[in-house]
């Protein structure tokens, strides 16, 4: 239920405040709807049995009478949201984690003004659930839930080293050969025992490769597939994909097989299969496709083609039409890089805040942590660095995420702006998946402060030379100017720097009228805030420091109402 411009959602209200309240979630999501159908009872059913998710706009009581004969099975009912006739409080009643509840009651909350009520006990304290990691988890899961909440021994068993969130310092990792009788968390792709006090998590590390006759029966590959996996002691949940060759990616027996195992269908062109080393090519097959291999060589590629990455488990097996081959993938470590936007917390996104919970290692600046350690994980190691080590940064993220972590790597306004995306992603390789969450930038917050100033084109200019020799920066200001861009300086003037930014005002001046508007924003969106109007002529430099953003009228900007504005250049306007 994290995205609701897709789901379905049935809006039932009883009451006139109800359906307000109703028409301001209906005008927000593209798939929410009023449910109306008799009474209110019978309008409630129908929204069940029609929608991912409901929303109602009742009494908490009269919810649970009518819905608890209709409740069949967590992972497959609708999330049920309860909203009270004030508005004052969405209640995630049913489905918190596996119908997303949780999330949908806090997204009602924050479209109504309202608080979300979230009882879920992992939620409660700010641990991960572990129905909530994405993956498939089997055994007993509220035994071991239970155990890591009340801070039990618990031993994190896992095959590989797959990137976790992070986990409360109770669950300890250890070898599968350690003798204990307490609670276990396995995580891995094989058939294991389970009893009482023991749940798997089920990685995402299968790819089975499948090739098929023309008109091969969904039936036949099911029963291979499932007859395959058994035999190599591998549990269908672990499935990442399906893989074929592309000529048969609109076969229906494959595709509806995929569909059967809940996962995508990947084909690869008969060239890239053809390339890849496999214990049993056939000439029969080449002959037939183009390559001496489907089955295997699909399995090995994968969903990236990443075929140095895996190991084939289970040679082909073939049936009278259908042929399956399954492949183990290794995991691979996960690098988020997270903007935290300009300082305040609530112009930091949600997505940031979902990669920072998600993340069992948090690299940043130390004063950047300091912002977000309210929302880290119980678990959460913290890697923290002064000023001055953005590589010694960005090579310990990388090297993080390398050994198999799930990594986020903070930076303030958005990473790729003069922060820490450029200098991670240079020694990030392909053993490593990485994710940019952008922010809100020192620009944007700026521009947002002194009116419009960004209305038309603009460039970003750092006038730092500790990296960048003057003269590069020289000949850029000099074509934002001759270009009449808007110009924001990054980076402005700091106590060991005081005349690089006299000297660029000085280069705008030549191609600027005197009275062209300059805006100085210090400490946007953070205590002390303070934002300065000037011209080209007037500005200070003497005001201005490393927690300032600078923006530089073009030839068109003025001030309206005692704000920047730079025309778009409608035709309206004359």
Known sequence: MNDTTHARIGLVAATAAGRRHADILAAAWPHARLVERGT????????????????AFLATGAVVRIVAPLLD???????????????????????????????????????????AVITTATDAVGLPGLDTLGWPVQGAVAAVSRAILDGEPVRLVADADWPLPALPPNVRATDEDTPDDGYRLLVTDRVVPTDGRTAVLRPP???????????????????????????????PASLRCLASADIKADEAGIRSTADAFGVPLVTWPATRLA????????????????????????????????????????GKTATAMATVAVARHAPRGRLAVVGLGPGAADLRTPRAVTELRRAAVVVGLDQYLDQVRDVLRPGTRVLASGLGAEEARARAAVAEATAGRAVALIGSGDAGVYAMASPALEYADERIDVVGVPGVTAALAAGALLGAPLGHDHAYLSLSDLHTPWDVIERRVTAAAEGDFVTIFYNPRSRARDWQLGKALGILAGHRSPGTPVGVVRNASRPGEQVH??????????????????????????????????????????
């Open 205 to 235: 590390s299968l790819v089975a490769g499948v090739g098929a006759s023309r008109g091969v029966p969904a039936a036949e590959v099911a029963e291979l597939l499932h007859r395959v996996l058994a035999e190599a002691g591998l549990d």
């Open 40 to 55: 209110v009872a019978e309008a409630l059913r129908a929204a069940w049995a029609g929608c991912d998710a409901v929303v």
């Open 533 to 574: 109007l000037a011209t080209v002529a007037t500005l200070d430099p003497a005001i201005v420091d490393m927690y300032s953003v600078v923006v530089v009228g073009n030839s068109d900007t003025g001030l309206v109402a005692g704000r920047m504005v730079t025309p778009r250049g409608y035709r309206w306007r004359s």
């Open 73 to 115: 099975d967590k992972r497959t009912d609708p999330a049920v949201v309860v909203v009270d006739e004030a508005a004052r409080h969405a209640v995630a009643l049913l489905g918190g984690h596996a119908g997303g509840g949780n999330a949908l009651a806090e997204q009602v909350a924050a479209l109504l003004d309202a608080r």
């Open 275 to 314: 390339a890849v080393d496999v214990p049993h090519p056939s000439e029969v097959v080449r002959a037939a496709v183009g390559t001496p291999s489907v089955a295997e060589a699909a399995a090995l590629l994968g969903a990236d083609g990443r075929a140095g990455d895996a190991t084939l488990l289970a």
